[in-house]
Structures are given as C-alpha cells and as structure tokens.
C-alpha cells in the first residue's frame, strides 16, 4: 500500500505507526516537532531505534499500535493544555 505523499507543515513531522504483521498496516499521523522533546514521545523514539536502527528512508516509522500512539498523544496534549509537566508512568502495551 503506498503512503500518500502530502507536504507537511513547517513545524511538523510526518510519521508512520503500527506493527509488523498487523491487519491495519500502517497509519500517517503528522505531529508537532515539539513531540520529539517529551519524555513519553523520547521513550518511544528509543523503541523505535531498537527495532528499527538509526538508518531509515522515508517517514519515521514508529513500533507501536495505532490505539497507543493515539493514547500517546493524547497524554502529551493533556500535559500541554495543563502548562506543566508531569512523566508519569506509561507503557506501551504493543510495543
């Protein structure tokens, strides 16, 4: 299945999410640059280069389900309209 090739936004960053061998494949999600500083989106930036290695053509293709990343951000959003931050504790359960 090819990915649409849309321009994103300056500021912003596309990725692709989801699980080898899935039956959803994978889903394009364009998040914030400021996704890359927070420590949920860090730890799974370091699952990322684990299963998938520093070297990558393309979209940043993200191991984990679609319904974690979409808890994912929305815990970062959560965070954010609060204006303050605190980590927590989360897992992600596919990854």
Known sequence: MQMEKMKVKKGWLAVR???????GGFQRFVIPISYLYHSLFKRLLEKTQEVYGYHTT???KLPCSVDDFLHLRWRI???????????????????
Do not use: K, T
């Open 17 to 23: 999410v989801g699980l080898e061998g899935d039956d």
């Open 58 to 60: 393309g979209p940043l």
């Open 77 to 95: 959003e959560q965070e954010a309209n609060l204006q303050h931050h605190h980590p927590g504790s989360f897992s992600f359960h596919s990854c």
